[in-house]
């Protein structure tokens, strides 16, 4: 019987001391050690991805190094490593190095380099053109592919490349083929990747073994959920989700599937966002963070978020009252940070108001109170909370969601501040449901919370509809222009109002100053504000 080890691990984006000691744990493992060959994912080595560390010539040579000392140290396994591979003329690749006691037996270079959204492969390296013979292996022929490869029929890669280097392989013959991966997760994604490796078992006749990243690097989360499926298409096992954990494949595969329980979705999503909470926090060599606690849903939220992910004693909020603060705001606040068990700041922000507004008696114009004296409010809370950040150490989360970013309904430097903004990839609708959904594990937010208007609180009886459409509708037309790309006249016809539209696209267009300063935004979208969604900020049309 022959015993593959998925190692579904979590590796850290240009950790390459820290990525090979991970390594070496897994190996030393009584599992590794009796399994005839261990897998890691994509890049496992480097962290995915590494960006412009590759560039750097000693990032090379430490990456060169350790895999000669993984090979050295574990002489008597078998294992395959995700890592960067350079030739002598500096063409580097994104390659699985197979060592087999001790020695490389292989070295697969990827063939299909994404470079649409999050992904900029091409610019890093090269992608293999010549055909890949699979390896022989124990009286096994094995095809290799990593992550991209075997995406080829999807959508997103339709038309992208010419050549499908797994059938490529699978057309030679195949006792089972390897997939390594940094696939990042997105809802939905899971199915995808089942869908597009079914075709190829099926279609084939062999087993697929997909073995994924987990674990969050800045803005990508991957969800892991490493699995096993048989020539029929059906899982023969599945590692869990957002957690390391090692799957063991024995081959001849059982004929009998595995029962598999779909996720709901918004608890993909609530574990997603606590992952990748986690793993910025602890990556930064940090361990506590700072929230603006307003009393309303997205401070709720992100607060309820950070305590999932960190723990309670770690998650310190600050409470910034106004004269414009609510009583509600105020005893909404005090009961989330009590039913949370986190510590409570409450630093009333009037007084240094005042001030402001003293200085800039002379410059402002004294008839009207305006955005600029709004914006003031906003920022003071900000720079406060800064200096808690600085004086005691940790990172400041941000608390604004998709919608308010996408239409600019923040303050920067205010609002914005921060090192992550967890939500910010969550629809305003998305928020209550995510909320709800943290309260059914500990119940922290009064129903209030999720009744009440929303509002910024930053005049007079304000709310958020006094300047947006509900937000029923506001993100369908928001999801139709910035996930799906659909023109103003395509969303008019999906039964929405002209002004409405013309309305909403403008604030879009107008706010992509904002978005470009925005802190990292954890991506659990198709289409995330960030490094995948790159908009020119100075482009108005020229005017004589």
Same mark, same amino acid.
């Given at each position: ?481 910035? @996930?799906? +790309?659909? !023109?103003? =006249?395509? *969303? #008019?016809?999906?039964?929405? $109002?002209?002004?409405?539209? &013309?309305?909403? /696209? ?5 706010? @992509?100053? +904002?978005? !470009?300063? =925005?802190? *990292? #935004?954890?991506?659990?979208? $198709?289409?995330?504000?960030? &490094?995948?969604? /790159? ?10």
């Amino acid at each position: 019987m022959l015993k593959i080890l998925l190692a579904q691990c979590n590796s850290t984006c240009s950790d390459i001391e820290g990525n090979r000691k991970r390594i070496e744990s897994v190996l030393s493992t009584q599992n590794a050690q009796a399994a005839d060959l261990v897998i890691f994912p994509e890049l496992f080595l480097t962290g995915y991805p590494p960006k412009d560390h590759v560039f750097e010539s000693d990032f090379m040579q430490r990456c060169d190094q350790a895999l000669k000392e993984l090979a050295q140290k574990y002489s008597q396994q078998s294992f395959i490593l995700g890592t960067i591979t350079q030739s002598e003329d500096g063409v580097r690749c994104n390659s699985a190095v197979w060592i087999d006691q001790g020695q490389i037996l292989a070295s697969y270079q990827k063939a299909l380099l994404p470079s649409y959204d999050v992904f900029f492969e091409p610019r890093y390296f090269k992608g293999r053109k010549q055909l890949f013979e699979p390896v022989s292996w124990k009286n096994y022929k094995v095809a290799i592919s990593i992550c991209e490869d075997f995406w080829f029929r999807d959508g997103k890669s339709s038309g992208k490349y010419e050549t499908d280097p797994v059938i490529e392989q699978l057309e030679e013959g195949c006792d089972f083929l390897l997939n390594l991966s940094a696939s990042p997760f997105e809802e939905g994604k899971s199915k995808n990747r089942k869908d597009l490796a079914s075709y190829y078992a099926q279609k084939y006749q062999t087993p697929f073994l997909f073995c994924n990243m987990v674990g969050g690097n800045d803005d990508l989360i991957f969800d892991g959920q490493s699995f096993i499926m048989s020539a029929q298409g059906n899982i023969q096992g599945q590692a869990k989700s957002f957690s390391s954990d090692l799957l063991l494949c024995e081959f001849p595969l059982s004929s009998k599937e595995v029962s598999v329980t779909e996720r709901d979705s918004i608890a993909d999503v609530a574990d997603a966002l606590c992952l990748g909470v986690y793993d910025f926090v602890r990556k930064n060599q940090q361990s506590k963070v700072w929230i603006a606690l307003s009393g309303g849903i997205d401070s709720a939220c992100v607060a309820q978020l950070a305590c999932r992910a960190l723990g309670s004693k770690n998650v310190k909020l600050v409470f910034m009252p106004s004269k414009y603060t609510r009583q509600m705001s105020h005893d909404d606040a005090h009961l989330i940070a009590k039913n949370l068990g986190c510590s409570l700041d409450v630093i009333p922000i009037s007084e240094a108001i005042n001030t402001f507004e003293k200085l800039l008696e002379n410059s402002f114009q004294p008839e009207a109170t305006g955005t600029a004296e709004e914006n003031i409010q906003a920022r003071t809370r900000s720079l406060l909370l800064m200096a808690l950040s600085n004086h005691h150490g940790g990172l400041v989360l941000s608390t604004g969601n998709k919608s308010e970013i996408a239409v600019g309904y923040c303050t920067l430097y205010g609002d914005m501040v921060g090192a992550l903004n967890p939500l910010g990839d969550v629809w305003k609708s998305q928020v209550y449901r995510l909320s709800n959904y943290l309260n059914q594990t500990q119940v922290a937010i009064p129903d209030r919370v999720y009744t009440r208007a929303p509002s910024a609180e930053l005049k007079e009886d304000q709310e958020d509809q006094d300047s947006l459409p509900s937000y029923e509708i506001l993100d369908a037309i928001l999801s139709l222009r910035i @996930e799906k +790309k659909y !023109s103003a =006249s395509e *969303i #008019i016809a999906e039964g929405f $109002s002209d002004e409405t539209v &013309s309305k909403v /696209l403008d604030l879009v267009e107008k706010s @992509e100053f +904002k978005r !470009s300063q =925005s802190p *990292i #935004i954890l991506k659990i979208s $198709s289409v995330a504000f960030g &490094s995948g969604r /790159l908009y020119p900020v100075a482009r108005t049309s020229y005017e004589d």
